[in-house]
């Protein structure tokens, strides 16, 4: 009688980055967060028809795991669920429809960090001594605390904390630190601070100094200092006056003083000479305090090999000063860092539990493959003239062509880090294409920096680094002069190495792109666009491709190519896309407004007018779009620009600073509101915008 397989099943519930993990007989089979499948950016769990306290589970993440491997949720042995802050074992035995609900299991807490801890012991082969977890929150043991951050040691193959700092409503984790200058900075992403902004914006601050540390390290653990970060925020224009602390509630439960500070904050643009400094100030304190905390706890312990997760473990700047610490022998940082990866290691624990031993992990290509059929049928609904091709002969002088490719092939990856599989690819050497990547193609700020992918065996011929890291990582510093298109500012690469085992297609469109250009080098970003998660299925592929200005899409083994494609058929295929999508509209509005391609803005504007999608507007969102017309206009039609500016000045909402858009009024030559205007505009500046907002409508 053969032996049946053993399957645990790990869910991230947590309110950001849901996501499913399936390890089948000690192995991870598949993994997918559940953004990847609804569409939306870190897929946040709230729902307005239910509770508020209510996260809803990853259900079409599980679905997609179970029915890849080909089995139904009662063929699974265990399924253990963890979700930051709370617990969430009731809601997941409301929503799973798992006859034996007994084989649903939450771990004891605290636990959150620990589910970090173990999704990386279990990728390093269990090879770490020890794992560092360190994030925004973990698990509230009460309503005044919670984890901060945990060192485990592993002790035969079991993860046991040796240390564990718990923060409060006063002392503010690292994670939160980060994420709040990421706040006063404008970034964010699907709703949540960009902190991967922050990181990238503090190379062009380097050199800046700022006396003061927002972290002390003591016997009694980390502790954040209040005082010095009202100093820095006031020193660099962020807080209009100065904030006591007993300007703050004295306690709040469940929550930290950042909440009412943010009250008082005057959020700048990243354009800002400002902002380059504060985030080189932020990223300099947490690589201080995170590099004091290991040498005052791994000083003495000699070489040892560590493991990391948790959401700052994404900071490659970071990473790289962690692998370079002498006594560091080796360092595994996970690559799904944050909350996503949780369900990799709640499914490990829950194998351990089943029984299993011998764990190996082979690949962070954890998603299903689409067989040709599947792909051949979206090409066919999308009407796209494609041709059958050698995928990788044609990316490789595509991409040398100076063409942007966009490659949809295999199993898509598991976290954050596209590497190779749901990727756009061009050329290293030009700073042209980088910039057109960055702007027309991806829809994002121009100062971010665009990594590479380089075959391994070269990689000590373009980066002074020799090391490999096949995930995206680690950080090294650019020899050769001519990759202009993946040099940083500070002349660093966030780099992907890459061979033939890992990655074959991969391999050998670099490996056949250097015979047209010498390069074994070339840009590798995710395959995403407007904001939108990373493409998983072959539909989400198409319909990315034709939304941006990407020039060739390689799928399976099929080339799209849009020379061979009127323009007139693109514009009719983004109605289509866009029509019914009021998220994709706005993003992709809001973003050719801030770029002043206000012709473009016009044709995606005109979509929203006069489509049905119009009248699911909210309060805000309405505002927004009479905004968009104000701006479109003001550039295009100057009585259009009248007509919506009317509209604006007209609705007298509360949320909305009108102060710009009466100035604008002058410009035409009407009544002179400027000295009503500078009235409120000091005011603003003395008090902080949402304070101006509650004394001026409570």
């Not at 009585?639 to 000045?649: H, I, P, Q, S």
């Given at each position: 009688?053969?032996?049946?397989?053993?399957?645990?099943?790990?869910?991230?519930?947590?309110?950001?980055?849901?996501?499913?993990?399936?390890?089948?007989?000690?192995?991870?089979?598949?993994?997918?967060?559940?953004?990847?499948?609804?569409?939306?950016?870190?897929?946040?769990?709230?729902?307005?028809?239910?509770?508020?306290?209510?996260?809803?589970?990853?259900?079409?993440?599980?679905?997609?795991?179970?029915?890849?491997?080909?089995?139904?949720?009662?063929?699974?042995?265990?399924?253990?669920?963890?979700?930051?802050?709370?617990?969430?074992?009731?809601?997941?035995?409301?929503?799973?429809?798992?006859?034996?609900?007994?084989?649903?299991?939450?771990?004891?807490?605290?636990?959150?960090?620990?589910?970090?801890?173990?999704?990386?012991?279990?990728?390093?082969n269990e090879k770490a001594d020890y794992v560092l977890v360190a994030d925004e929150q973990g698990h509230w043991i009460d309503d005044y605390h919670y984890e901060m951050l945990t060192l485990f040691e592993n002790r035969d193959n079991n993860l046991v904390a040796v240390d564990k700092i718990f923060g409060d409503y006063d002392n503010i984790s690292i994670g939160m630190f980060y994420d709040f200058i990421s706040f006063c900075l404008g970034f964010s992403d699907g709703g949540l601070p960009a902190a991967g902004k922050t990181m990238g914006l503090s190379a062009y601050g380097k050199g800046t100094i700022y006396e003061r540390r927002f972290f002390s390290l003591t016997d009694n653990g980390i502790i954040f200092n209040f005082d010095n970060l009202i100093d820095f925020l006031q020193v660099y224009g962020i807080l209009a006056r100065r904030i006591n602390r007993k300007d703050l509630p004295v306690k709040v439960g469940n929550t930290t003083f950042l909440v009412e500070l943010a009250k008082y904050v005057n959020p700048i643009s990243w354009k800002d000479e400002r902002a380059a400094m504060i985030a080189y100030v932020a990223q300099k304190e947490i690589e201080l305090i995170i590099d004091e905390y290991l040498a005052r706890k791994l000083g003495n312990k000699g070489n040892v090999k560590l493991?990391?997760?948790?959401?700052?473990?994404?900071?490659?700047?970071?990473?790289?000063?962690?692998?370079?610490?002498?006594?560091?022998?080796?360092?595994?940082?996970?690559?799904?860092?944050?909350?996503?990866?949780?369900?990799?290691?709640?499914?490990?624990?829950?194998?351990?539990?089943?029984?299993?031993?011998?764990?190996?992990?082979?690949?962070?290509?954890?998603?299903?493959?689409?067989?040709?059929?599947?792909?051949?049928?979206?090409?066919?609904?999308?009407?796209?003239?494609?041709?059958?091709?050698?995928?990788?002969?044609?990316?490789?002088?595509?991409?040398?062509?100076?063409?942007?490719?966009?490659?949809?092939?295999?199993?898509?990856?598991?976290?954050?880090?596209?590497?190779?599989?749901?990727?756009?690819?061009?050329?290293?050497?030009?700073?042209?294409?980088?910039?057109?990547?960055?702007?027309?193609?991806?829809?994002?700020?121009?100062?971010?920096?665009?990594?590479?992918?380089?075959?391994?065996?070269?990689?000590?011929?373009?980066?002074?680094?020799?090391?490999?890291?096949?995930?995206?990582?680690?950080?090294?510093?650019?020899?050769?002069?001519?990759?202009?298109?993946?040099?940083?500012?500070?002349?660093?690469?966030?780099?992907?190495?890459?061979?033939?085992?890992?990655?074959?297609?991969?391999?050998?469109?670099?490996?056949?792109?250097?015979?047209?250009?010498?390069?074994?080098?070339?840009?590798?970003?995710?395959?995403?666009?407007?904001?939108?998660?990373?493409?998983?299925?072959?539909?989400?592929?198409?319909?990315?491709?034709?939304?941006?200005?990407?020039?060739?899409?390689?799928?399976?083994?099929?080339?799209?190519?849009?020379?061979?494609?009127?323009?007139?058929?693109?514009?009719?295929?983004?109605?289509?896309?866009?029509?019914?999508?009021?998220?994709?509209?706005?993003?992709?509005?809001?973003?050719?407004?801030?770029?002043?391609?206000?012709?473009?803005?016009?044709?995606?504007?005109?979509?929203?007018?006069?489509?049905?999608?119009?009248?699911?507007?909210?309060?805000?969102?309405?505002?927004?779009?009479?905004?968009?017309?104000?701006?479109?206009?003001?550039?295009?039609?100057?009585?259009?620009?009248?007509?919506?500016?009317?509209?604006?000045?007209?609705?007298?909402?509360?949320?909305?600073?009108?102060?710009?858009?009466?100035?604008?009024?002058?410009?035409?030559?009407?009544?002179?509101?400027?000295?009503?205007?500078?009235?409120?505009?000091?005011?603003?500046?003395?008090?902080?915008?949402?304070?101006?907002?509650?004394?001026?409508?409570?």
């Amino acid at each position: 009688m053969m032996k049946k397989n053993l399957y645990s099943l790990g869910i991230n519930n947590s309110n950001h980055d849901r996501s499913a993990a399936l390890f089948k007989d000690g192995k991870l089979v598949y993994a997918i967060a559940e953004e990847r499948l609804d569409r939306r950016k870190h897929s946040e769990g709230f729902y307005a028809n239910n509770s508020r306290g209510v996260v809803v589970p990853p259900l079409k993440a599980i679905n997609y795991v179970l029915k890849a491997e080909g089995i139904s949720i009662d063929d699974l042995d265990i399924v253990v669920a963890g979700k930051s802050i709370n617990s969430c074992k009731q809601i997941i035995r409301d929503y799973l429809p798992i006859k034996d609900k007994s084989k649903i299991y939450e771990l004891q807490f605290p636990f959150h960090h620990y589910a970090h801890a173990a999704s990386s012991f279990y990728f390093c082969n269990e090879k770490a001594d020890y794992v560092l977890v360190a994030d925004e929150q973990g698990h509230w043991i009460d309503d005044y605390h919670y984890e901060m951050l945990t060192l485990f040691e592993n002790r035969d193959n079991n993860l046991v904390a040796v240390d564990k700092i718990f923060g409060d409503y006063d002392n503010i984790s690292i994670g939160m630190f980060y994420d709040f200058i990421s706040f006063c900075l404008g970034f964010s992403d699907g709703g949540l601070p960009a902190a991967g902004k922050t990181m990238g914006l503090s190379a062009y601050g380097k050199g800046t100094i700022y006396e003061r540390r927002f972290f002390s390290l003591t016997d009694n653990g980390i502790i954040f200092n209040f005082d010095n970060l009202i100093d820095f925020l006031q020193v660099y224009g962020i807080l209009a006056r100065r904030i006591n602390r007993k300007d703050l509630p004295v306690k709040v439960g469940n929550t930290t003083f950042l909440v009412e500070l943010a009250k008082y904050v005057n959020p700048i643009s990243w354009k800002d000479e400002r902002a380059a400094m504060i985030a080189y100030v932020a990223q300099k304190e947490i690589e201080l305090i995170i590099d004091e905390y290991l040498a005052r706890k791994l000083g003495n312990k000699g070489n040892v090999k560590l493991a990391s997760a948790g959401g700052i473990f994404l900071n490659t700047n970071l990473n790289d000063i962690i692998r370079n610490k002498e006594n560091i022998e080796a360092y595994f940082p996970f690559p799904a860092a944050t909350d996503d990866g949780c369900a990799v290691g709640l499914a490990y624990v829950g194998a351990k539990l089943l029984g299993e031993k011998n764990f190996f992990s082979t690949s962070i290509y954890l998603g299903r493959e689409y067989n040709n059929k599947e792909i051949l049928d979206a090409l066919n609904n999308s009407s796209l003239p494609f041709k059958e091709e050698e995928t990788s002969r044609e990316v490789a002088k595509n991409i040398a062509d100076g063409k942007i490719v966009c490659l949809f092939n295999g199993a898509a990856e598991f976290g954050p880090r596209a590497l190779g599989n749901r990727s756009i690819l061009a050329k290293p050497d030009s700073i042209t294409i980088r910039d057109r990547v960055n702007r027309i193609v991806k829809h994002r700020e121009m100062f971010r920096p665009l990594a590479p992918v380089v075959q391994e065996e070269f990689v000590s011929e373009y980066f002074y680094n020799r090391e490999t890291s096949p995930y995206m990582m680690f950080v090294s510093t650019v020899k050769d002069k001519r990759l202009v298109g993946i040099t940083h500012t500070d002349g660093t690469a966030r780099i992907q190495t890459i061979n033939k085992k890992q990655n074959e297609m991969l391999y050998t469109i670099l490996q056949k792109y250097s015979e047209y250009s010498g390069f074994h080098i070339c840009i590798n970003t995710s395959f995403n666009v407007n904001n939108e998660p990373i493409v998983e299925s072959p539909t989400d592929a198409i319909k990315n491709f034709v939304i941006s200005d990407a020039d060739i899409l390689a799928i399976g083994n099929y080339i799209v190519d849009k020379r061979d494609i009127e323009q007139e058929f693109i514009l009719n295929k983004r109605e289509e896309y866009f029509k019914s999508d009021k998220e994709a509209l706005l993003k992709i509005i809001r973003w050719k407004c801030l770029n002043y391609e206000h012709r473009e803005a016009e044709f995606y504007f005109n979509i929203l007018s006069k489509n049905a999608v119009f009248n699911e507007l909210t309060e805000d969102e309405y505002m927004e779009y009479l905004s968009f017309g104000v701006s479109i206009y003001s550039d295009l039609d100057s009585n259009m620009c009248r007509e919506y500016l009317d509209k604006l000045l007209g609705q007298c909402y509360p949320k909305y600073n009108y102060s710009d858009y009466y100035c604008l009024k002058n410009e035409f030559g009407e009544e002179d509101y400027s000295k009503e205007v500078l009235k409120h505009m000091r005011e603003i500046e003395r008090i902080g915008y949402i304070k101006y907002l509650e004394k001026r409508y409570e």
